[in-house]
């Protein structure tokens, strides 16, 4: 097995060019990878990236929030500039020290249903930034995010950042995750929401989100649809009468298909509520 630990991007982005046998598998901070007990080490050895600064640090630029891939989960709960709902759900990434180690772009690439990073980003807009020696392409989240540990990540692409556009960090989000315990249990079910308000009082622009309860989290379009143009009194009714059609939950040891079903109503209808009594609070966004 060979590790390597890169000193500048090109380096790395070299390293994953070289035609092996076997590929390089990226290591950041190493939380899941070292968790998963049927890991072996890659034949192609390891690059690792936490220590490249340029995939480090949270900044406004060109209209967007760029969040370098290798940002931990401990930078971004402290970030003033990132939306609430992001902000609350790298506060529920596992204990202190997973979310000090732990990476967004590790996250991301290691394409867990139950991330609890992606409905956040999901309902925010958010793109990837995919950097190889053949240039650098964006891709929207949704598209990234091709199934259960599956993503369209080359063997030779580095995920170098998320984008959010500033129109999309606009109005009251909310995190929520319904889990067996409370610590650093896997979500059962997590919901994410963002909504905006208009001068008339009613929802302008919905966005919502679940993971855990599909292979990969999804936004749930059907839903959006009939909350925009409801007043704060209608969202309950229209959240439990919907039949959440994106969702394609599973039984398992954690719940069962009907139970996530059952608590995707349950989180989302709480997110709103939450974005609605701060909303009237006045609390900062």
Same mark, same amino acid.
């Given at each position: ?76 709960? =402290?970030?003033?500039? &990132?939306?609430?709902? @992001?902000?609350? +759900?790298?506060?529920?990434?596992? $204990?202190?020290? !997973? /979310? ?118 999804? =936004?749930?379009?059907? &839903?959006?649809?009939? @909350?925009?143009? +409801?007043?704060?009194?209608?969202? $309950?009714?229209? !959240? /439990? ?45």
């Amino acid at each position: 097995m060979t590790y390597f630990r890169p000193t500048s991007l090109e380096d790395a982005l070299a390293a994953l060019a070289e035609p092996l046998p076997s590929p390089r598998r990226v290591l950041c901070g190493g939380t899941d990878a070292y968790a998963d007990p049927g890991a072996r080490p890659p034949a192609g050895g390891w690059i690792d990236i936490s220590r490249l600064d340029a995939l480090h640090g949270i900044a406004p630029r060109d209209g967007e929030l760029r969040i370098g891939a290798a940002t931990s989960w401990d930078t971004i709960e =402290r970030c003033a500039l &990132l939306p609430a709902s @992001l902000r609350e +759900a790298a506060h529920q990434v596992g $204990s202190r020290q !997973i /979310r000090v180690a732990g990476s967004v772009g590790g996250n991301l690439c290691h394409a867990a249903p139950a991330a609890d990073g992606v409905p956040p980003l999901l309902t925010l807009d958010a793109c990837v930034e995919l950097a190889s020696l053949r240039g650098v392409r964006r891709l929207r989240l949704d598209e990234f995010l091709l199934g259960r540990r599956r993503t369209a990540l080359a063997a030779d692409e580095l995920l170098t950042a998320v984008l959010l556009p500033a129109a999309a960090t606009t109005g009251r989000t909310a995190f929520l995750k319904c889990a067996n315990r409370d610590g650093t249990a896997l979500a059962v079910v997590s919901a994410a929401v963002r909504l905006r308000w208009s001068g008339r009082g009613v929802v302008a622009q919905a966005a919502v989100a679940v993971g855990a309860a599909s292979e990969v989290p999804v =936004r749930l379009r059907t &839903l959006e649809q009939g @909350l925009e143009g +409801a007043r704060p009194e209608s969202l $309950s009714p229209l !959240i /439990r009468e919907s039949r959440l059609p994106e969702l394609a939950p599973i039984d398992d040891v954690r719940g069962s298909a009907s139970l996530r079903r059952h608590l995707a109503r349950v989180a989302v209808e709480r997110a709103c509520a939450r974005c609605l009594q701060e909303a009237i609070d006045g609390a900062p966004a």
